[in-house]
């Protein structure tokens, strides 16, 4: 009889049940992070998880890995610091929504940008869950939020689109009922040099599901599976989610362009010639 | 062979309903906090294909080819 669950090796099993409600998606996404984090070929501690605030943020203390539960929308910023502090590391950025888009919105277009070498988890459930519901950058125009009882009045972003021209080398969405590809796109993602940038789209059936009569958990994965298709290397731009609830899943981005400390290195070199010795940080 | 931990369940029903074998389903026992969690009422049909253990948000639940325990 085994009764481990052979998941849990890298999970802190003594803090659980975790707090997250019947049916809600972010237990599975750290299902399948840990398989991902297992199976890429790093030995677990050179890998380091940095969370921000919210219901996401708090997988970083269930992770039985380095991790870092920061303050709100600033996991980006500190992951930066780690990566820059010891370049060894594969810094993995899992927060939600609201975190990293609407408080640390500026931090992800310019990590992205500098093609600073870490990879981004969004777990997007289109609302604040620990909060109370509100409005996040994410939630459908039309849907209800506790801060839109008449439905929301805003368009949302289009997160692999932004990620895509803000210029991460690898972007793919998938929804937690895509758990096999989702687990492949997080292995590929932390295997990836430079900025990776994985969506994943999740239910909060306490604050997003039942406002949006979408039903409970199950329900919201079933609708995931009807609502899906899979389409690889579809343009970024075609790829926004509305009120229907149609997803687009797939990797749609991976390409090549040289990294933060690449780029640094390189033109110190050049400018600075044999003197320079390439900066592999500090510790 | 699946092996489920009753007590970690929150009652979701996502194993139950995804597993490709209709191995799993609810128990009319409640566990400690009051959910029903899954058991298997069909054991042999299952495959280890361990997507219950994928699926599970609770990590209550997981499958695991007989081959590979002996
Ligand atoms: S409030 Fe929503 S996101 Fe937070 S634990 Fe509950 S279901 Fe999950
Ligand atoms: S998926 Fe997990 S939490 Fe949900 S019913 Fe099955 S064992 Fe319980
Ligand atoms: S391991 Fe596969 S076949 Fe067995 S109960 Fe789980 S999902 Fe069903």
Redesign the interface.
């Known amino acids: 009889m085994v009764n481990n669950n052979p998941v849990s090796d890298l999970l802190r099993t003594d803090r659980m049940p975790h707090i997250w409600c019947s049916g809600c998606g972010l237990g599975t996404t750290v299902n399948c992070f840990v398989r991902a984090a297992a199976g890429c070929g790093l030995p677990p501690d050179q890998i380091t998880v940095v969370s921000g605030i919210g219901c996401t943020g708090r997988v970083a203390g269930y992770l039985k890995l380095d991790s870092f539960h920061t303050t709100h929308g600033r996991p980006i910023p500190f992951a930066t610091g780690l990566k820059l502090a010891n370049p060894r590391l594969k810094v993995v950025v899992y927060s939600g929504d609201g975190d990293l888009f609407a408080i640390g919105g500026n931090h992800f277009i310019h990590a992205a940008r500098r093609n600073m070498d870490m990879t981004v988890i969004c777990v997007n459930n289109f609302t604040y869950g620990m909060t109370g519901g509100q409005v996040t950058p994410t939630t459908p125009t039309g849907a209800i939020a506790s801060t839109a009882p008449y439905g929301n009045t805003e368009d949302p972003f289009n997160l692999p689109y932004l990620a895509d021209s803000a210029g991460a080398v690898y972007v793919a969405r998938w929804t937690t009922f895509h758990v096999r590809q989702a687990t492949k796109a997080m292995k590929e993602a932390i295997q990836k040099k430079g900025f990776s940038f994985v969506e994943l789209v999740s239910p909060c059936p306490t604050l997003y599901g039942r406002r949006n009569r979408m039903g409970d958990g199950l329900d919201m994965m079933e609708g995931y599976k009807e609502n899906s298709t899979i389409r690889n290397g579809a343009d970024t731009r075609d790829v926004g989610m509305d009120i229907s609830g149609k997803i687009v899943c797939g990797k749609f981005v991976d390409r090549e362009r040289p990294s933060f400390l690449e780029q640094y290195n390189t033109r110190l070199a050049a400018r600075l010639g044999p003197s320079y010795k390439n900066y592999e940080g500090v510790l | 062979?699946v092996?489920i931990?009753p007590d970690?369940c929150?009652?979701?029903?996502?194993c139950i309903?995804?597993c490709p074998a209709g191995v799993l389903e609810f128990s009319d026992e409640f566990n400690s906090?009051g959910?029903h969690p899954p058991r298997a009422v069909r054991p042999e049909a299952c495959t280890g294909c361990d997507?219950c253990?994928?699926?599970?948000?609770?990590?209550a639940i997981?499958g695991?080819l007989l081959k590979t325990?002996a």
Not at chain 2, 53 to 59: A, K, Q
């Open positions: 062979m092996t931990n970690m929150k009652g979701c029903g996502i309903r995804f906090k959910y997507l253990g994928i699926y599970c948000p609770d990590f997981f695991i325990v």
